[in-house]
């Protein structure tokens, strides 16, 4: 009766040894994929944002184009020649006297020195939140 048990044993043991070596290789691999998804979001998340740069790029060189096409057509206007003559270079017609006005130059305030001490309030509010954001990334 005892070695009927014994026997038993050993194959439950190597049951449970089998069971365990495939939990560890799904764990392995669940973690692996689990890392591989992190990757995958931060390269999407990195793409997106470039997306949104190039689309802001083209709309800015768009409005550009367009100014530069006005002032193409603009070019053989003599008003508008006139006009630009006037307020770029200072010319003036024969008889006319050009008055400018001078505007005071404002100073810039000083700004209070931020405190980078952790535990003032506001610096560790950036930090945390420098923080989050390199996770999300």
Sequence with gaps: MVSHFTK?????????????AISIFLAVILVFLVFADIKIYKNKKKLNSQLKEYQRQ???IKKSNE?????IA???DREYIEKIAREEFSMQ???EKVV???TPEREE???PPDNDNFWNRNF????VNNMWKSVIE
């Design 124 to 127: 560790f509010l950036k930090w």
């Design 100 to 102: 400018a006005f001078l």
């Design 109 to 111: 305030e000083p700004q």
């Design 8 to 20: 038993k044993q050993k194959g439950k043991t190597i049951k449970n040894g089998l069971f365990q």
């Design 74 to 76: 603009m070019a053989d």
């Design 67 to 71: 100014e530069m096409e006005e002032g």
């Design 93 to 95: 017609q024969p008889g």
């Design 58 to 60: 083209i709309e800015e």
